[in-house]
């Protein structure tokens, strides 16, 4: 009878076991699954408070990526800062950081995950977002912007 219940509780064990690494492999990189590698990010270049036309690179550890601003880009998310690099006939040649900040998934993969999912999101940069809207300003202007040059809001 003994041996009857130890082979139940261990049989209950290992399906608990099988069902929590199971869990956890599916849940494994969750911000990966729910929210993507990638994101689109909006820039808008401002010289002084006029909107202005201007060509843009942005990058991160994970790539690099042209636009024409105001105009949007897919980047793939990434731990470290998105660097954008933007010139135009009215400014010189600017560059403005962005922090990432880490999502919402990402806290579900430490709670639900043991952690293990949180290490995949870090590595691949999907526990991370940037802002959508980037507002690329720039307060020396080099040349007068006119209200035949670029429309403003």
């Known amino acids: ?36 590698l990638y994101q689109d990010v909006h820039v808008t270049t401002y010289c002084d408070s006029q909107r202005v036309e201007a060509s843009c690179h942005v990058s991160n550890e994970n790539g690099e990526w042209l636009l024409q601003s105001p105009g949007s880009v897919k980047v793939q998310k990434g731990f470290g800062d998105l660097v ?34 949180a290490l995949v999101d870090v590595n691949n940069g999907a526990g991370f977002d940037y802002p959508q809207d980037i507002r690329f300003t720039v307060k020396s202007c080099t040349k007068s912007i006119s209200s035949t040059d670029y429309a403003t809001e």
């Not at 069902?19 to 990189?29: E, I």
């Not at 135009?88 to 639900?112: A, D, K, Q, T, W």
């Open 1 to 36: 009878m003994y041996f009857h219940h130890l082979r139940a509780k261990l049989k209950a064990n290992t399906i608990a076991k099988r069902l929590f690494l199971s869990t956890s492999m599916l849940l494994g990189g969750c911000a990966s699954i729910l929210s993507g």
């Open 84 to 117: 954008v690099f933007c010139r135009s006939n009215y400014f010189e040649p600017h560059m403005m950081r962005i922090s990432s900040s880490s999502n919402v998934s990402s806290f579900g993969n430490i709670i639900l995950g043991a952690g293990a999912g």
